[in-house]
Nanobody, 117 residues
Framework: QVQLVESGGGLVQPGGSLSLSCAASGNRVDIYVMGWYRQGPGDLRDMVAA???????RYGDSAKGRFTISRDNAKNTVYLQMNSLKPEDTAVYYC???????????WGQGTQVTVSS
């Protein structure tokens, strides 16, 4: 069992920055991929960014050039630095983790990001 706890959401003005973090806990967890997804009102959940244990990254189109994902394997923590935020970035952001051996995925409870003046 893996527990994911997100933090760092909040209200920010357009053009501002926000940093999210997600810490995974559990016995002997070996996490292959950690990522961020988001879901706005009435929208499907979309991938924002993901990073493998080896450091390979991929980004959704909305995040390219503005968001940066990073990871601390020793702490089983993933970060998302969001710059140049836009109102359309407003959503609940979810952390996701995929285990190395089983491929089983886990989700955090979500953290609200609101971009508004």
């Amino acid at each position: 069992q893996v527990q994911l706890v997100e933090s760092g959401g909040g209200l920010v003005q357009p053009g501002g920055s926000l940093s999210l973090s997600c810490a995974a806990s559990g016995n002997r967890v070996d996490i292959y991929v950690m990522g961020w997804y988001r879901q706005g009102p009435g929208d499907l959940r979309d991938m924002v960014a993901a990073i493998t244990k080896g450091g390979s990254t991929r980004y959704g189109d909305s995040a390219k050039g503005r968001f940066t994902i990073s990871r601390d394997n020793a702490k089983n923590t993933v970060y998302l630095q969001m710059n140049s935020l836009k109102p359309e970035d407003t959503a609940v952001y979810y952390c996701e983790a995929e285990l190395m051996n089983s491929g089983k995925t886990y989700w955090g409870q979500g953290t609200q990001v609101t971009v508004s003046s």
